[in-house]
């Protein structure tokens, strides 16, 4: 590949929507850019620890190495895996937006409750700092355009600095719809809110406005502009409030 592979081709990558040459082609790019390899295999296993954590199936193993023949010895283990994945993956990640969902706290038939993902994003990246962020601002208006390169048109980041909160670092998330993102805000003393966007699966079902919790959690969920969002917050602490008031002003 003379040029690098554009970011919906290393994310159809990962979510193993590329066939034959275009594949192959990543997959070379991939192994002569180790940095960038380390990358992506950070966002298969961040897919692949939300999918464990939100709908019950396993981790599937990675061993480290992205070398083409290693990635195609694998392919067919992945593929058979995906399948088991696909219904929990699409309702989790993606479709959302049943009527019943409104109401704080109420799950679906299928047990899976709304943003679960966002809530599961942010206890790895604010709680148990487990995944590093992609992105860690260094001048104003850095992280708006980072949103705006992965998701067109989405709502703009909600200004939460009037309540002490300033963004922090951002980090992409990858589901079997496209690329998801969150961004971190903190305050001085170390409380959190994420922003949580995702796209709405191949059927565009849309969220309705409603919250709930779970775990200590909170989250906070809207659709506009063809996009999922969240803020998600612990549920006992100001930071609700403020996380509320940003729903608010977006909708």
């Known amino acids: ?84 994945l696909a219904a929990a993956a699409l309702l989790c990640l993606g479709l959302g937006g049943f009527g019943g969902w409104q109401a704080r706290g109420l799950r679906s038939a299928s047990g899976i409750a709304p943003m679960a993902d966002a809530m599961e994003a942010y206890r790895m990246v604010a709680m148990d700092r487990s995944v590093r962020p992609d992105l860690v601002p260094q001048r104003e208006g850095e992280m708006q355009h ?17 309540a002490g909160f300033h963004v922090v670092g951002g980090r992409l998330f990858a589901t079997d719809q496209g690329p998801a993102a969150m961004v971190l805000y903190e305050d001085a003393a170390g409380h959190a809110i994420s922003f949580y966007v995702r796209p709405p699966g191949p059927r565009h079902h849309l969220l309705p406005s409603g919250e709930r919790t779970d775990g200590g959690l909170m989250a906070q969920y809207w659709s506009g502009e063809g996009y999922n969002y969240a803020m998600v917050s612990r549920d006992d602490s100001e930071a609700a409030q403020v996380a509320a008031q940003a729903k608010a002003r977006s909708i």
């Open 1 to 84: 590949m003379n040029t690098p592979p554009s970011e919906h081709d290393i994310h159809a990558y990962v979510d193993g929507h590329l066939d034959g040459e275009q594949r192959d082609a990543v997959e070379r790019y991939l192994a002569r850019h180790p940095e960038r390899a380390a990358e992506v295999r950070g966002w298969q296993r961040d897919a692949q620890r939300l999918r464990a954590a939100i709908g019950g199936t396993h981790v599937l193993p990675d061993n480290g190495e992205l070398h083409p023949t290693a990635v195609r010895s694998r392919r067919r283990q992945w593929r058979m895996a995906r399948v088991s």
């Open 146 to 162: 980072w949103l705006d390169t992965h998701f067109e048109h989405a709502a703009r980041l909600p200004d939460l600095s009037g």
